[in-house]
């Protein structure tokens, strides 16, 4: 009897718990952009693999086009030497040609064989011998000879045109290979690009995405911003898409690039929404100030320490942008109005752009 009370009353508990578990969301069911797995962090994950899948296979390639140069500088000289061997080859038929000519005019070993027979001596009958000999066995050598670099054509021949096709397969399996990596490059571009305009349209940043921070080596104190990069807007140029004049240096880079604090420092400002889109300020010693802007996703939280080198964020075309690029800008103050031009501040630290 106390047995049966004890499952009633331990039913309800259970059927409490189950209610509770199946409330909860599992992981798949997290919200994006958490920066606990979601698929915004999958997403940028998978943009930063591509980016290096894809330079990996622009090695291959670019490998492989080297030695294709290599192997056609190397097939121009074997072609050389083939012309070579066709003109001993035909030099050599020239010469067989000689001897048939000359076999047919003396009705070929007939005279020596006569010469042999009608010999008066030892000495004439031997003279008679050696010479027929000494024309057998010319005929017989200038033949294999012939054979033999007919044979050694056939196989060099053979031999460059095998290698040259195996090359040529290489080489195009490898730009096979290449644009694959670069058309899932650019379909995880685009998204990532979709996320990071609606987040600025929401006005609400998703979260740090957190990325598998490369081993950097760095032995300086002060990096660029970015790794690869072609200058393009310079600092205090002027343009139609500003009030004044241009307040940073902006690096031409696709959407996803990794972005690297120019050094060590604390963050201070993570924000989405208005004219930088995305952006990230860092305050460095010295009372120095950096901004990263238009950015399509963020690696950090406002109040982190970072080192020199450390990937930030990924590059984007949020906010007033026209194309995807990093606007860097080096200021005094963390706020706008306090900005110095940030080549030069770079350069007084070592680093050249």
Same mark, same amino acid.
């Given at each position: 009897m106390r047995s049966y009370r004890r499952l009633r009353l331990l039913i309800p508990v259970l059927l409490c718990a189950l209610a509770v578990l199946a409330a909860r969301p599992t992981a798949a069911e997290k919200e994006p952009g958490t920066g606990t797995g979601g698929d915004s962090e999958g997403l940028s994950a998978e943009v930063v693999r591509l980016y290096e899948e894809a330079a990996v296979a622009t090695q291959q390639y670019e490998a492989g086009r080297k030695e294709a140069d290599e192997q056609r500088a190397r097939a121009?000289?074997?072609?050389?030497?083939?012309?070579?061997?066709?003109?001993?080859?035909a030099a050599l038929h020239e010469d067989l040609g000689r001897i048939a000519r000359a076999q047919y005019r003396t009705s070929g070993g007939l005279p020596v064989a006569a010469q042999?027979?009608?010999?008066?001596?030892?000495?004439?009958?031997?003279?008679?011998?050696h010479a027929f000999s000494q024309a057998d066995l010319a005929v017989n050598n200038a033949i294999s000879k012939n054979r033999r670099a007919e044979a050694?054509?056939?196989a060099d021949e053979a031999k460059a045109a095998a290698q040259w096709q195996a090359l040529e397969t290489r080489n195009t399996q490898l730009a096979a290979l290449k644009a694959g990596i670069e058309q899932k490059l650019e379909a995880a571009?685009?998204?990532?690009?979709?996320?990071a305009d609606a987040a600025v349209a929401a006005g609400s940043c998703r979260g740090a995405v957190r990325l598998d921070q490369p081993e950097t080596g760095f032995t300086s104190a002060w990096v660029a911003p970015v790794e690869t990069y072609e200058l393009s807007?310079?600092? %205090? /140029?002027?343009?139609a898409r500003w009030?004044?004049?241009?307040t940073g240096q902006d690096f031409a880079v696709p959407v996803g690039?990794?972005?690297?604090?120019?050094?060590a420092g604390r963050v201070v400002k993570v924000s989405c929404g208005g004219a930088f889109g995305i952006e990230i300020v860092l305050r460095h010693a010295g009372g120095y100030y950096t901004q990263y802007a238009h950015l399509a996703s963020v690696a950090v939280e406002q109040g982190e320490h970072v080192s020199p080198g450390q990937w930030i964020g990924q590059s984007g075309s949020t906010g007033n942008s026209t194309g995807p690029h990093l606007h860097f800008e080096t200021r005094v103050t963390p706020e706008m %109005? /306090?900005?110095?031009?940030?080549?030069s501040w770079l350069a007084a630290r070592g680093v050249s752009l």
């Open positions: 121009q000289r074997a072609e050389e030497l083939l012309d070579a061997q066709r003109r001993h080859i042999m027979i009608l010999a008066d001596s030892p000495d004439d009958l031997m003279r008679g011998q050694r054509l056939a571009r685009s998204q990532l690009q979709g996320q807007a310079s600092y %205090g /140029s002027g343009g009030s004044s004049r241009h690039t990794p972005v690297r604090a120019v050094g %109005g /306090s900005a110095v031009n940030p080549v």
